[in-house]
């Protein structure tokens, strides 16, 4: 019984994620801002790492940079979701993915939190621009066993790192809240 309620937790908190993943998606499809701004989180620990430039850190400021953007498509933007991995656990989640523009492919890193409400929100968005849409390796030809999470010194809410254990137990870790790795 105990093992049937943690696979619930975690099927509910990954549907979470990929339904806040999708609010961003449609907020980015129809540049709107105040449905882009509902998606994220609230405080400084937002990052926002466009192509091509440096991190927006803080919710103030990754909104301005979504008003820019927005401002240059006023019609909304193409963009796809492609190639999905959604990865969550008690309050955390991530989504990994190839993001598909008229223009060219990105591969993606969207980073979530639950927060005091209840409610998923997005505290950390990264893409940079790939060569083509190659399919990537899968998990399993990885060797990625299972996703862990932890939380930083900031307090409720603020996921300093995501990672990824391997199934011979070395912990690759992904600083996302702090730094993005080119």
């Known amino acids: 019984r105990l093992r049937d309620l943690i696979r619930d937790v975690a099927n509910d908190s990954r549907r979470a994620v990929e339904d806040a993943n999708e609010r961003f998606y449609r907020a980015f ?4 801002i105040d449905a882009m701004s509902a998606v994220w989180v609230d405080g400084p620990h937002a990052r926002c790492a466009h ?3 440096a991190p927006v850190v803080g919710d103030a400021d990754v909104r301005a940079s979504w008003e820019i953007i927005f401002a240059s498509v006023p019609g909304g933007l193409d963009v796809r979701c492609l190639d ?29 939190e639950r927060r005091p409400d209840g409610s998923w929100g997005m505290d ?8 083509s849409h190659t399919p990537v390796a899968s998990s399993s030809q990885l060797g990625v066993g299972r996703v862990v999470g932890s939380r930083g010194p900031g307090g409720a809410g603020d996921v300093h790192h995501v990672g990824v254990m391997h199934r011979n137990g070395v912990l690759e870790r992904l600083d996302v809240a702090l730094r993005f790795d080119a």
């Open 29 to 32: 499809r129809a540049a709107d």
């Open 51 to 53: 192509p091509g430039s």
């Open 84 to 112: 999905a991995n959604v990865y969550a656990g008690d309050g955390w989640g991530m989504v990994t993915f190839v993001e598909r523009t008229p223009s060219g492919s990105l591969t993606a890193l969207n980073v979530f």
């Open 124 to 131: 950390g968005d990264k893409a940079r621009l790939c060569e």
